[in-house]
């Protein structure tokens, strides 16, 4: 069998590297009449594809410009017909003799399936009843030396789908619809952070501490300053210290850089949002969170009920808010508030987890046993609260009890979506976290956050009451498009190099 599929392989190699042998020649041809189709430089259109589908009343019987790849071509005798692609739609041509010419008819017929037109003609419905153009000018603006592949979907080549985006929005219409849904919901975000009154700001890709996150970062060296540097792994230093400048409601929506693994919900770089208000607190973050979403459903999809893999998700107001205690109580059966450390310590060894050094607190295991037996049940938009000061530096403590912070994730179908906090501002408590997190990282944890002066420094001015919230854009389109892979909402997914 390998033998057989490497002989396939070889013969349709073969036959690729003749087609390209031909199209070359058929330019060679073109440029050597003076007709190089490479000198076309501009073709005015008047009209896409999908205007003359949904406005045919109007347009029937009128003359038409439009421009874009051919996609199929069945001559038949003095009379031919192609299909058109362009970023709207397809449309139908019928390409006849007496019509363009005996020349360009000629010309017409030597064109290949992957080229670029424009063409010229009347409005029409033909016999069978589709719409279609009558051309009465043909012009080759691009020629296509690389056949498009007549069957690109399928297993065996989603990797070349990744590697080749630009021939899988050719040949893949539902991609493309991916693509345009994911311009659209960073576009109704955008809108909906507006009109709230938030004003968007831009801060540093490259960092000299890189911080706001637990993550390895990417490091590069900037030769001038002769120091090392970090790729950023969050905004949120940044964005908090213009809070502490005045701004009292800022968003950034940008590219985001961690040094980690690959699989379909993780790529080194991705897109977030992260948002900050001054005056409010995670309540409220968590009331915007869902109001914006809800909002975007609505905008783009019409409807805040989705079906993803399967499974139908609501997104309709009135998500679920739930305690990362309660939920390991009702997940794992452990009552977390009615333990001290030692119990906590107790029950979960009883549950047969292993306890990493270090991480034995009884925040830490809180945490720990929500990671097993909560997340991968959160089906339904649901908020989970309170998380222990362990796993939160940068979030608020809870008055109520200093072992828990203010801050909340959001999870849909299993998965995190977003992060937010009632933010820590105070800088002794801030300096008093980083310390720990600078032990963590001496002990080997290269997730944990290194010490910013600057920043404790920025919170000793003073820093309101703050709410801040981050999301994956990424995560967000995934959910709203029923792709199973993050690679599949990236127009370019990190790759590995091909040998």
């Not at 979030?395 to 009890?401: E, F, H, L, V, Y």
């Amino acid at each position: 069998m390998a033998e057989q599929h490497q002989a396939q392989q070889e013969q349709t190699a073969e036959e690729l590297h003749e087609l390209k042998r031909i199209r070359r020649e058929k330019l060679a041809e073109l440029q050597a009449a003076g007709a190089d189709p490479y000198q076309q430089v501009r073709f005015e259109r008047d009209h896409h594809t999908n205007e003359i589908h949904e406005h045919f009343d109007e347009l029937e019987g009128k003359t038409v410009r439009l421009a874009g790849r051919m996609m199929s071509k069945r001559i038949m005798g003095k009379a031919s017909f192609s299909d058109l692609s362009d970023r709207c739609g397809r449309l139908q041509l019928y390409i006849k003799r007496d019509n363009v010419g005996d020349e360009v008819y000629k010309g017409y017929k030597k064109m290949d399936i992957g080229d670029i037109i424009g063409v010229e003609g009347e409005v029409f419905r033909t016999q069978k009843g589709e719409i279609s153009v009558a051309v009465h000018e043909l012009t080759l603006l691009s020629k296509s030396l690389t056949p498009l592949p007549e069957k690109w979907h399928g297993l065996k080549d989603t990797d070349m789908r990744y590697r080749q985006r630009y021939v899988d929005l050719i040949v893949n219409p539902e991609v493309r619809d991916t693509f345009e849904k994911r311009s659209a919901i960073v576009r109704e975000i955008r809108n909906f952070m507006d009109s709230r009154g938030f004003m968007e700001v831009e801060t540093p890709c490259l960092n000299t501490i890189p911080g706001g996150a637990a993550a390895r970062p990417f490091i590069t060296h900037h030769n001038a300053l002769d120091i090392d540097m970090y790729m950023r792994i969050a905004t949120e230093l940044h964005l908090k210290r213009l809070i502490v400048g005045g701004f009292e409601q800022v968003y950034e929506i940008g590219r985001i850089f961690r040094n980690e693994g690959m699989d379909t919900k993780h790529n080194p770089e991705f897109t977030t949002i992260e948002l900050y208000q001054a005056y409010t607190d995670y309540n409220g973050m968590m009331d915007i969170t869902e109001d914006m979403i809800v909002d975007v459903c609505e905008k783009v999809l019409g409807t805040t009920k989705v079906t993803y893999q399967g499974v139908e998700l609501d997104f309709s107001k009135g998500w679920r808010r739930l305690t990362m205690a309660d939920a390991v109580k009702e997940y794992a059966g452990l009552d977390f508030m009615a333990m001290d450390g030692a119990q906590a310590l107790e029950a979960v060894k009883a549950k047969g987890l292993e306890i990493e050094k270090g991480k034995d607190s009884w925040g830490d295991l809180l945490a720990q046993c929500y990671d097993e037996y909560v997340e991968e049940n959160l089906i339904q938009p649901t908020f989970i609260m309170d998380y222990p000061v362990e796993v939160s530096p940068l979030a608020k403590r809870k008055a109520s009890d200093p072992r828990l912070t203010e801050r909340f994730e959001c999870f849909v179908a299993g998965r995190e979506l977003c992060n937010a906090f009632s933010e820590l501002n105070d800088p002794i408590d801030q300096r008093e976290r980083f310390e720990r997190q600078v032990a963590l990282r001496a002990a080997g944890d290269d997730e944990a956050n290194m010490m910013d002066e600057d920043f404790i420094n920025a919170l000793e001015y003073g820093m309101p009451p703050t709410g801040g919230m981050g999301m994956g854009i990424d995560r967000l389109v995934m959910l709203l498009t029923d792709s199973a892979s993050i690679r599949d909402v990236l127009l370019f997914p990190t790759m590995k190099p091909l040998d």
